[in-house]
């Protein structure tokens, strides 16, 4: 080997490390933050990643992403946000109301775009759709507001039910009230007796399958909430155990043998957001960002479900569904 080839293989070998480090410190750094786990959210994460390579960041490639879990502990979310913000990320993407309104407690200018199924302009969480202004922007599916529909169908697929029995947690701040309240309208509106039950843990389903024995339900419409959204499996187990006719708003809860299930594409919404996250890294502002509206929703039966439960789906709602689960 030539004195000089050597020389510049041992300036290759020493050198390149170097530059590999202050290329990682340069990476943008995101802040993923999620109220729940992530054994419940990973195929969500999935889909933020998703929409961010579709903006040309790829994580460990250009891009860092801080993930920070609060395990459905909404205590732990404002020392979840401060670390963040100690780490300084460059923007932050959150998941639930809570997690919205620690980030804002703590008073950051640091960009944030959210995930929400909740009215982000009632919530305060922005001017307008159009124009949201401030350092928030993201996604809303809406899909709180179909809660009296659920109520609706699923007194289409079991006619004869009188009484039923609705699902809230009342840990969902601020919209634990709103929720119950809507679901409740509903159900008088049609005439059903109804009892709400609460959970906010895991170790609450325990009480809540008590309950249901109890209460002698035909039929449990879930409330919108992100502890439910990562806890479906669970949920539709408990159902199936109890032989009780259920609802909930996303298809996992449908293909994990509930019922049925109505509500937005929550991949959809995180995917969104990674779109989002990606195009504020690139330099645009939050404010200017419309907040997108999610306004598709999809009805899945599952039809084995409803066999075993001894109900016929009506020919015209079946007709209706988006997917039909055999």
Do not use: C
């Amino acid at each position: 080997m030539k004195r000089r080839e050597f020389i510049t293989l041992l300036g290759g070998t020493t050198v390149w490390p170097v530059a590999a480090r202050a290329q990682q410190l340069a990476m943008p750094v995101i802040g993923f933050l999620n109220s729940e786990s992530f054994e419940g959210y990973a195929p969500l994460a999935t889909a933020f990643r998703q929409g961010l390579e579709e903006t040309g960041y790829v994580e460990g490639g250009n891009v860092v992403v801080e993930y920070r879990w609060a395990d459905g502990r909404y205590d732990r979310l404002p020392d979840l946000v401060a670390d963040l913000m100690r780490r300084q990320v460059a923007v932050i993407a959150a998941n639930s109301p809570a997690a919205l309104l620690a980030a804002k407690a703590a008073r950051t200018t640091i960009p944030i775009v959210f995930a929400t199924g909740y009215d982000p302009v009632a919530a305060g969480l922005v001017a307008s759709l159009a124009r949201p202004g401030g350092n928030l922007t993201g996604v809303t599916s809406l899909t709180a507001e179909v809660g009296p529909k659920r109520v609706e169908l699923l007194h289409e697929l079991v006619p004869t039910a009188k009484i039923i029995a609705l699902l809230v947690n009342p840990s969902a701040v601020p919209y634990a009230e709103t929720i119950s309240g809507d679901l409740q309208a509903a159900a008088r509106k049609l005439g059903l007796k109804f009892h709400v039950l609460h959970a906010s843990a895991g170790g609450d389903f325990n009480s809540v399958s008590a309950r249901l024995a109890e209460l002698r339900v035909d039929g449990l419409v879930i409330g919108s909430d992100p502890f439910f959204n990562s806890q479906s499996e669970q949920l539709a187990a408990l159902a199936v155990r109890h032989a009780v006719p259920a609802i909930y708003q996303y298809r996992k809860f449908a293909a994990a043998g509930g019922l049925t299930s109505y509500g937005g594409r929550l991949a959809d919404s995180y995917r969104q957001v990674g779109i989002y996250t990606g195009r504020i890294l690139k330099g645009e502002k939050p404010a200017d960002l419309p907040v997108v509206q999610s306004t598709r929703v999809e009805l899945i039966i599952n039809l084995n479900t409803a066999k075993a439960l001894g109900l016929e789906v009506p020919p015209t709602l079946l007709a209706r569904a988006d997917e039909v689960i055999e």
